[in-house]
C-alpha cells in the first residue's frame, strides 16, 4: 500500500500540480503585498516572497518527485544569475538599440519613476514564472517525453499565458514562444540550472520596464518616456518589445547555440 501510495505521489502530473497550487498561493499573497508598497521595501518583500517560492519548489522536487534538486545548488547561485542577467541585458539593450537606430523608439527622461516597483515585479515573475516552467512543466514533461517534446510544450504554454495580457494578439503570443520559451527553455537545457534563466528572465523584465517599455503589455513607469514610431512588427506596439520583430531573430541567434552546447553536453534527454 505504501509502495502504491509514493509510485502515485512521484507521477510527474500529481507534483506539478500540487507544485502549481502552492507556488500560486504564495505568489498571489506575496505579490499583493509588495505591490501595495514602495522603493526598497517592495524589494525586499519580493525576494522574500521568492525565497518562501523557491522553498516550496525544493520541498515538493524532494518529497514529492523525489530527487535532489541540483538546478538550484546554492554553489552555483550567484555566478548563474550575474551570468542570466547579463545575457538578459544584452538581449534587451541590443533589441531596444537597434529599434532606436531603425526610427521605432525615441527616449526622454521622465521626471517621476517607479524604479522599486519594476525591479519587485521582476524579481517576484522571474523567479515564480521560472519554478513553474522550467522547473516543474519543462522536468516533468522530459520525464515522459523527452527534451524536445518539453521545450516545444511549454514554449508554447509560455506564449499562450501572456495571451490575456493588455494589447496581446495572436502573433505577441506566438513571438514569445520563440523569443522566450525557446530562448528560457534553451538557457535551462544547456545550464541545467534555475539560477541562470531566473537571472536571464529577471534582467528582460527589468531593464526592459526601467526603459520605460511596456513589459508583456504591461505599462510601467521607467527612467524614459518612450514614443513609438513606424509599424508596429518592428515596435511591438503598446505590448512592447517583445512583440517586436527584432528581438524575436536575436533570441533565436543566442537559442540555436544554447541548443547545439546542451546536445554536446549530453544535457538533451530522451523519452525514459
Not at 31 to 42: H, K, L, N, P, Y
Not at 153 to 168: I, K, R, W
Amino acid at each position: 500500500m505504501k509502495k502504491k501510495m509514493r509510485t502515485m505521489i512521484q507521477f510527474p502530473l500529481i507534483w506539478v500540480i500540487t507544485g502549481l497550487v502552492f507556488l500560486g498561493v504564495s505568489s498571489f499573497i506575496t505579490q499583493r503585498m509588495f505591490t501595495s508598497t514602495e522603493g526598497i521595501m517592495s524589494i525586499v518583500l519580493a525576494l522574500a516572497g521568492s525565497a518562501l517560492s523557491i522553498a516550496i519548489y525544493i520541498l515538493i522536487m524532494k518529497l514529492m518527485a523525489g530527487r535532489k534538486v541540483q538546478e538550484l545548488h546554492m554553489q552555483r547561485a550567484v555566478s548563474e544569475l550575474v551570468f542570466g542577467a547579463g545575457v538578459g541585458s544584452l538581449l534587451i539593450a541590443v533589441s531596444a538599440l537597434i529599434i532606436m537606430l531603425l526610427g521605432g523608439y525615441s527616449f526622454t527622461w521622465s521626471q517621476e519613476h517607479a524604479a522599486g516597483s519594476i525591479i519587485a515585479l521582476a524579481i517576484g515573475a522571474a523567479v515564480v514564472e521560472e519554478l513553474i516552467f522550467r522547473g516543474l512543466f519543462l522536468q516533468a514533461i522530459e520525464k515522459r517525453g523527452g527534451s524536445w517534446i518539453a521545450l516545444a510544450v511549454t514554449s508554447l504554454f509560455f506564449g499562450l499565458a501572456h495571451l490575456p495580457n493588455p494589447g496581446a494578439t495572436l502573433w505577441s503570443s506566438i513571438a514569445i514562444v520563440i523569443e522566450a520559451g525557446i530562448l528560457l527553455g534553451a538557457g535551462f537545457l544547456w545550464r541545467r540550472n534555475l539560477w541562470f534563466v531566473i537571472g536571464l528572465h529577471f534582467a528582460w523584465n527589468a531593464v526592459e520596464g526601467l526603459l520605460g517599455i511596456p513589459v508583456s503589455g504591461i505599462v510601467s513607469q521607467g527612467f524614459f518616456d518612450v514614443k513609438l514610431s513606424g509599424p508596429a512588427l518592428l515596435t511591438g506596439g503598446s505590448f512592447g518589445l517583445e512583440a517586436s520583430i527584432v528581438p524575436v531573430m536575436i533570441s533565436l541567434m543566442i537559442a540555436i547555440p544554447m541548443l547545439i552546447r546542451a546536445q554536446r553536453k549530453g544535457h538533451i534527454h530522451s523519452r525514459e
